[in-house]
C-alpha cells in the first residue's frame, strides 16, 4: 500500500500569515493533485502538478512537485479567513494506473 | 448542470441489512472511483472504474462491491454492513487521463 504522510494534521493562524503544508511519499507518483474541502460538501480540485520540479502559482496559493514526484508542498502567502478549509493532498498512479492515494488531510484555521 | 449525484444523501441502517448507494455523472466520464472518508484517515479509494464493465480495488474493497453496467452510474453496494463501516462516502468521476476527481456532494452512513 502506499503512502501519502500530509503535515501539519492541523494549523490554526492569523488572517495575514503565510503557512505551509507538505505532502510526502516513499512511492514515485505519476502526478500530484491538490483539493480543497469545506464542510458538508465533496472536496474540490485546486491543481495538478505533473512534471518533477514543477511549480504552479494560483493567486496566493503556490504548489510544487518534488523533482523525484515523491513529494510536494502547497505555500499560502497572507492567509485570509476565505481560505479556512481541510486541504487533500492526492498521489495519481504509482504501483496501478487508475489509482488514488490521499494524504491525511490539514484542516486550517485563518482567524480574522 | 455537471454533476455527480449520489443517493441517499444519509442513511442509517442496521448491520447485515444490504444497501446500495448510487452514483450518476452527466459528463461522460470515462472513469468513477468510490471513497470512504474518516477522521484522520482522509480520503481512501474503495474501488475505481477505468471504463464500462470494468472495476479494480482501490485500498480498503473489503465488504463492498461495485459494478459498472453503464457509463453514467457506479452504485457501491454493502452486501452484510457492519459498523466498522460507519463513514462518510464519496463518489467521484474524472474525464480522462489526468484522473482529476469530480466529487459528489457525499453519503453519510450510519450502521448500528
Known amino acids: 500500500t502506499q503512502l501519502l504522510e500530509q503535515s501539519p494534521q492541523f494549523l490554526s493562524i492569523q488572517e495575514g500569515e503565510n503557512l505551509t503544508v507538505y505532502c510526502n511519499s516513499s512511492s514515485v507518483f505519476s502526478s500530484l493533485q491538490w483539493y480543497r474541502q469545506e464542510p458538508g460538501e465533496g472536496p474540490v480540485l485546486l491543481v495538478t502538478?505533473?512534471?518533477?520540479?514543477e511549480v504552479k502559482k494560483l493567486k496566493r496559493l503556490t504548489f510544487q512537485f518534488g523533482d523525484a514526484r515523491k513529494d510536494s508542498s502547497l505555500h499560502i502567502t497572507a492567509a485570509q479567513p476565505g481560505d479556512t478549509g481541510l486541504y487533500l493532498c492526492?498521489?495519481?498512479?504509482?504501483?496501478?494506473?487508475?489509482?488514488?492515494?490521499f494524504g491525511q488531510g490539514t484542516i486550517l484555521t485563518v482567524h480574522p | 448542470e455537471a454533476q455527480v449525484t449520489q443517493n441517499p444523501r444519509y442513511l442509517i441502517t442496521v448491520t447485515g441489512k444490504k444497501l446500495t448507494v448510487t452514483c450518476s455523472q452527466n459528463m461522460n466520464h470515462e472513469y468513477m472511483s468510490w471513497y470512504r472518508q474518516d477522521p484522520g484517515l482522509g480520503l481512501r479509494q474503495i474501488y475505481y472504474s477505468m471504463n464500462v464493465e470494468v472495476t479494480d480495488k482501490g485500498d480498503v474493497p473489503e465488504g463492498y462491491k461495485v459494478s459498472r453496467k453503464e457509463k453514467r452510474n457506479f452504485p457501491l453496494i454493502l452486501e452484510s454492513p457492519s459498523p466498522n463501516q460507519t463513514s462518510l462516502y464519496f463518489c467521484a468521476s474524472s474525464p480522462g487521463d489526468s484522473y482529476e476527481q469530480y466529487f459528489g456532494p457525499g453519503t453519510r452512513l450510519t450502521v448500528t
Open positions: 502538478v505533473v512534471t518533477g520540479g
Open positions: 492526492a498521489g495519481v498512479g504509482g504501483t496501478s494506473y487508475g489509482k488514488l492515494t
